[in-house]
C-alpha cells in the first residue's frame, strides 16, 4: 500500500474537517450577535446555516469512518484504535503535521461546542423572557395551547405590565 498517498489524502480529509468546524464558529459567532441585538431575521438565517453545515458535517463524519475502518485494516487494529500517533507510525516525517491537524481539529470542535451551548441558554433566556411579556400582556392564557386555526388569544391584555422578570 502507497501510505503517502493515503496520508495525503488523510490530511486532505482533516482540513476539510477543520474548515467545516471553523465556518460553524463563524456562523456561531454571528448567530450570537443576532440574539443579543434581537435580529431575528438573522438568528433564523443562521439556524438555517448551521443546518446545512451539520449535514457537511455528517457527509465528513461518514467518510472519516470509512478512512478509520481502512486504516484499522492497515494496521492490524479496531478503527476506534486507530490514533495519530499508530497512523504517523507508518511514515514519521508526517508526524507532526497530522497531530498539530488533530489538535486543531479538536480545540475548534471544543470551541463550536462551547458556542452552540452558549447561543442555545442565550435562545433559551431570550423565549423565557417573551414567555413572561406573553403572559403579563394575557394573564390566564395558556402556553402551548395554540390550536390549527386560532387567532389571537381572547383575553384582554393586563393593564400593567409586572417587567422585574
Known sequence: MNYILDIDSLVAHMQEQLSSLQSMNKILDRQEEAVKDGD?????????????ELVERVRLEERRERFMAQWAGELGCS???VTVSRISSLDPQRKEQ???LSQQLHQVALQVQTKQE???VL???ELKFVSHLVDALYPGHTS???TPGDNL???RPA???????
Do not use: N
Not at 431575528?40 to 446545512?52: D, F, I, M, N
Not at 393593564?159 to 422578570?165: E, P, Q
Open 153 to 155: 388569544p381572547q383575553v
Open 144 to 146: 402551548g395551547a395554540y
Open 159 to 165: 393593564l400593567s405590565l409586572d417587567v422585574r422578570g
Open 98 to 100: 497530522l497531530e498539530s
Open 118 to 120: 452558549y447561543c442555545k
Open 40 to 52: 431575528t431575521e438573522l438568528v433564523l438565517q443562521t439556524v438555517s446555516q448551521l443546518k446545512g
Open 123 to 125: 435562545m433559551r433566556s
Open 79 to 81: 478503527p476506534e484504535e
